[in-house]
């Protein structure tokens, strides 16, 4: 009995202050909404509303596409195992022209200079893997973009407000006009504050996603690499494994041979 009598004291000790100050804040100050926040923000708060869209869109459609899984489909890699093992050149680069997958699409650029010697498919292999890397590094390095531009979008908001802000000080006097400013200053920040939140993790996930990217990048040119490892180059020699029409022929005055 004595101890719930301690506790029920202890907690009215601090219930008490919270209370007061709870009361005090409904009879001065109103709660704001969002809505209301977003509308003190000004005008950049569209458009840093823009970039969290954006930034949450890219982070969404980064990590789908850098998803080792996606990159390197295990169905693709099997199916590519088989018609090596087989000896069916033909049957792979068609296999892979049938799939969307990176993985894939560097399978037939190798499979296309295959007839041309080791040298040629490593490089045709090498080159392919970093456009699939570039076009994905491309659309990471647009969260950096989100990064340092938001932050500035909101500074300009908050230079613009309290520019607004210093004018009407100016106009109303010192003596009437020191409680508008604190409050022009206080919305004006609103702005600032954004441009932070929307940055932040715009950062974080553009370091997180460079490095997963690198992963899968490797993982993808370790499995293509190592399909051709052993490739009977000798025998593919001259070989039109893609069997695509040919657009370089002979020049026009060069003479066919007869017969």
């Not at 209370?19 to 109103?30: H, I, N, Q, R």
């Not at 799939?99 to 392919?128: H, I, N, Q, W």
């Not at 590094?137 to 909101?154: D, E, F, H, K, W």
Request: net charge negative; glycine share 12%; hydrophobic share 45%.
């Amino acid at each position: 009995m004595k101890n719930t009598i301690q506790k029920g004291v202890y907690a009215a000790l601090v219930l008490l202050p919270m209370t007061a100050f709870g009361a005090e804040a409904k009879a001065g100050v109103t709660k704001k909404t969002l809505i209301d926040t977003y509308l003190e923000g000004g005008w950049v708060m569209h458009l840093l509303l823009l970039f969290s869209i954006g930034m949450v869109w890219l982070i969404i459609d980064i990590w789908l596409r850098t998803n080792s899984k996606k990159m390197t489909p295990q169905e693709d890699v099997t199916m590519a195992q088989d018609l090596f093992r087989a000896g069916d050149y033909v049957g792979a680069y068609q296999a892979m022209k049938a799939s969307f997958s990176p993985f894939a699409e560097v399978m037939r650029a190798g499979l296309g200079s295959v007839g041309y010697g080791k040298e040629a498919t490593e490089d045709a292999l090498y080159s392919t893997v970093e456009k699939v890397n570039s076009t994905l590094q491309t659309r990471i390095n647009y969260l950096s973009v989100i990064g340092v531009c938001a932050p500035m979008i909101g500074l300009l908001g908050t230079v613009g407000g309290m520019k607004g802000a210093f004018g009407s000080l100016g106009t109303a006097g010192l003596s009437s006009g020191v409680g508008e400013l604190a409050g022009h200053i206080g919305e004006v920040l609103v702005a600032t504050a954004t441009g932070l939140l929307v940055a932040i993790p715009a950062f974080m996930a553009f370091y997180f996603l460079r490095n997963k990217l690198q992963g899968a990048v490797h993982h993808l040119h370790e499995e293509t690499e190592h399909l051709f490892r052993n490739a009977p180059y000798d025998y593919l020699k001259d070989a039109d494994v893609g069997q695509e029409e040919t657009y370089a022929a002979l020049p026009n005055w060069v003479q066919a041979p007869e017969g």
